[in-house]
């Protein structure tokens, strides 16, 4: 009844019994809701009557072998069916077989990616080369020797310790002569001068200064000179004492006679007894 076209519906409850495999020979129907004697006459003399089908003016005849025919066609309907799933799925696995087996030079795919690159060639933007790695240079026995000599000497110089730092350096310019070499040897020259000429300044007592000079008198002998901002004697510590003359100096010798020296250290008279 549900059907959307009349001719695939059941004309009437017996052709769905008989479609769904009821037997009126074996099965019985229970009538006693609707007692023969209530069923109209009428109605059961129309049951083998063609009905006219308002929805599409189609007429289906009405008999009890529809049931049967219905039977028969939809089994031809599922063997053609199940004929045709079953050849399509033999042509399926032996075309899927041969394509596995003999694979396709080129799939339409790639055949039209090649065609689009002709038409739209592709612009590829070079990536830049990797770096190439610096090559490690070998070990220099030399400057190894250079680097280890000047870093000591470096330490030694801060540590005011000169000579050991001069030395240092001998051993770095054997190696190779350096800015760093030329102006530490520098330094360590300057610094062991000047410890040089305190060195020498301490081999006199100061007694006064005399122009550029300074007169003192030599700690080992005792005797009066003068000596230069170097420590080096301009006048000879020979003379037992001294003292002034205007702008000049008188140095008394062992002899009791005296020599005149003016500032610059210049002897301007010798041998004298005095001057007032």
Same mark, same amino acid.
């Given at each position: 009844?549900?059907?959307?076209?009349?001719?695939?519906?059941?004309?009437?409850?017996?052709?769905?019994?008989?479609?769904?495999?009821?037997?009126?020979?074996?099965?019985?129907?229970?009538?006693?809701?609707?007692?023969?004697?209530?069923?109209?006459?009428?109605?059961?003399?129309?049951?083998?009557?063609?009905?006219?089908?308002?929805?599409?003016?189609?007429?289906?005849?009405?008999?009890?072998?529809?049931?049967?025919?219905?039977?028969?066609?939809?089994?031809?309907?599922?063997?053609?069916?199940?004929?045709?799933?079953?050849?399509?799925?033999?042509?399926?696995?032996?075309?899927?077989?041969?394509?596995?087996?003999?694979?396709?030079?080129?799939?339409?795919?790639?055949?039209?990616?090649?065609?689009?690159?002709?038409?739209?060639?592709?612009?590829?933007? @070079?990536?830049?080369?990797?770096?190439?790695?610096?090559?490690?240079?070998? @070990?220099?026995?030399?400057?190894?020797?250079?680097?280890?000599?000047?870093?000591?000497?470096?330490?030694?110089?801060? @540590?005011?310790?000169?000579?050991?730092?001069?030395?240092?350096?001998?051993?770095?310019?054997?190696?190779?002569?350096?800015?760093?070499?030329?102006?530490?040897?520098?330094?360590?020259?300057?610094?062991?001068?000047?410890?040089?000429?305190?060195?020498?300044?301490?081999?006199?007592?100061?007694?006064?200064?005399?122009?550029?000079?300074?007169?003192?008198?030599?700690?080992?002998?005792?005797?009066?000179?003068?000596?230069?901002?170097?420590?080096?004697?301009?006048?000879?510590?020979?003379?037992?004492?001294?003292?002034?003359?205007?702008?000049?100096?008188?140095?008394?010798?062992?002899?009791?006679?005296?020599?005149?020296?003016?500032?610059?250290?210049?002897?301007?008279?010798?041998?004298?007894?005095?001057?007032?």
């Amino acid at each position: 009844a549900m059907e959307p076209h009349a001719s695939d519906r059941y004309a009437t409850v017996m052709n769905m019994l008989l479609d769904w495999g009821f037997d009126p020979g074996k099965d019985k129907i229970d009538l006693s809701a609707a007692p023969v004697n209530e069923m109209n006459p009428e109605l059961m003399k129309k049951i083998n009557e063609p009905i006219y089908d308002a929805d599409t003016g189609d007429e289906t005849l009405v008999n009890l072998q529809v049931g049967e025919e219905r039977k028969k066609e939809r089994k031809r309907r599922l063997a053609t069916l199940a004929a045709a799933v079953l050849g399509a799925a033999i042509i399926l696995y032996l075309f899927g077989t041969n394509r596995i087996e003999n694979p396709p030079a080129t799939s339409p795919v790639a055949e039209t990616e090649q065609l689009a690159s002709q038409v739209f060639p592709v612009r590829t933007i @070079a990536e830049p080369a990797p770096p190439e790695a610096e090559e490690t240079p070998p @070990a220099d026995p030399g400057k190894e020797k250079y680097d280890r000599a000047l870093n000591n000497a470096i330490e030694a110089f801060n @540590a005011q310790n000169y000579e050991k730092a001069a030395k240092f350096i001998a051993e770095a310019e054997a190696q190779m002569v350096t800015g760093d070499t030329k102006k530490y040897k520098q330094l360590c020259r300057s610094e062991l001068e000047k410890i040089e000429i305190q060195k020498r300044k301490n081999l006199y007592d100061f007694f006064v200064e005399f122009g550029n000079f300074a007169v003192v008198k030599k700690k080992t002998s005792g005797l009066y000179g003068t000596i230069d901002d170097n420590g080096f004697e301009i006048v000879k510590c020979i003379y037992v004492s001294t003292q002034p003359s205007g702008n000049n100096r008188l140095f008394q010798r062992s002899d009791d006679l005296f020599d005149l020296y003016n500032p610059e250290g210049k002897l301007l008279a010798e041998g004298v007894t005095g001057f007032e």
